[in-house]
């Protein structure tokens, strides 16, 4: 029989994946009191997988399972290549893990040609997952040494820095397991000191409520986290952007990652005329188009009352009139702070023919605790 690790890993790189590793199928005991600590303290967002014993046994999702495979693409590519538009209204700000064709689909397909030639090759059975499985993805991927786990929560891969996709194929053989990786950080916090919410709490925990991505995904956002979201319309970089082992990485620049400034850099004004059609040949393709256009539009209104420009006030109140409340509601709070007691004479007029009572309280409460 020939050298199945490495022909897999041959094989592998023929398809376009960029790191691979081999990790044992164990229960993942270690994590098992980290994960009740972070639920009791309130800290998991309400996106994971409500049981624990089905987040940390891979025996659970694939009978029989005896290997896991981790492996990633790099989605970093060279910001010089992206084409701005020429004036903004307002410059917004998207994930660069949304940037270009929604990498769900992208990796599943890398991954389900690989687990083919697998049980192909090999008469395994497989399993695989992309992000929206229950399994701790970088936990497993620093088993497998993909890389490190940085303060940030991240996993560091020597090569590519943090930004690399993640996703795993479980098989029902046995293959040589590669060494964990371990920590890389030393006494750097950088990434702790630049979070703006300070969502990272201490090295290695993240309070996934108060992460700005988590908030632009959320179906309802408090008025009082606006200011945080800044212009971020889809996700945050920031933690990652400020990563000294982020500033000298290699760029692979995969085709389906390169995006252009719709979705890298879009316009707020552009965001908020866009139509079902169009949103339905761009966003809706990307990471960011699972939520749908509401929030991103709700993000872009979000993102005007943010921009310190007095000019951006028309844009937010023809949103006053929208016929999803939400989107109202949004306005309401942008406006006001965007322009504060000046206003309040748009805001009285959209009271006198707002038809919900709720929107009719928030301009009276704006209006006299001013």
């Keep these: 029989m020939d050298n199945i690790k490495g022909t897999i890993i041959d094989e592998a790189h023929r398809i376009g994946i960029d ?3 081999f990790a044992p199928c164990s229960v993942l005991n270690n994590a098992r009191e980290i994960l009740k600590d972070r639920e009791n303290k309130g800290y998991l967002s309400g996106f994971e997988e409500k049981d624990i014993e089905k987040r940390i046994d891979p025996s659970l999702q694939l009978e029989g399972c005896k290997t896991i495979i981790s492996a990633g693409i790099s989605y970093r590519t060279d910001e010089k290549n992206i084409k701005l538009k020429s004036s903004y209204i307002c410059k917004c700000i998207v994930s660069k893990s949304s940037w270009g064709i929604d990498y769900h689909n992208v990796l599943r397909h890398k991954l389900k040609e690989l687990s083919q030639f697998i049980e192909c090759r090999y008469g395994a059975r497989t399993k695989l997952f992309v ?9 497993i991927a620093r ?4 890389g490190f786990v940085g303060k940030n929560g991240f996993i560091i891969n020597d090569e590519f820095g943090s930004f690399i996709f993640l996703g795993e194929i479980l098989l029902d053989i046995c ?5 964990p990786a371990e920590g890389g950080c030393k006494d750097c916090d950088i990434c702790i000191r630049a979070c703006p919410t300070r969502a990272l709490c201490s090295p290695y925990t993240l309070n996934a409520k ?3 991505s988590y908030m632009t995904q959320s179906k309802t956002i ?3 986290d606006y200011d945080a979201l800044g212009c971020n319309i889809y996700g945050c970089d920031i933690c990652q952007d400020v990563c000294p082992k982020n500033k000298s990485i290699r760029f692979k620049n995969h085709t389906e990652f390169i995006p252009e400034c719709w979705n890298s ?7 908020l005329n866009m139509d079902n059609k169009t949103y339905n040949k761009t966003f809706k393709n990307t990471a960011s188009g699972w939520r749908g256009k509401r929030i991103l539009q709700r993000n872009a209104v979000i993102s005007l009352g943010n921009s310190h420009d007095r000019e951006a006030a028309r844009y937010i109140i023809n949103m ?3 016929g999803r409340k939400e989107i109202r509601e949004t306005s309401i709070y942008a406006l006001y702070k965007l322009l504060g007691k000046e206003s309040f004479p748009v805001l009285k007029r959209c009271r006198d023919i707002e038809s919900d009572d709720d929107l009719k309280r928030i301009i009276n409460c704006l209006i006299d605790n001013a």
């Design 222 to 224: 408090s008025p009082k």
């Design 143 to 146: 088993m497998a040494g993909v």
């Design 265 to 271: 850099f879009p316009d707020a004004a552009d965001i």
């Design 19 to 21: 790191v691979i590793g």
């Design 210 to 212: 108060r992460c700005i």
């Design 131 to 139: 992000d929206t499985g229950p399994l701790l993805e970088r936990e």
């Design 175 to 179: 293959i040589e397991p590669d060494e």
């Design 320 to 322: 006053l009139s929208d």
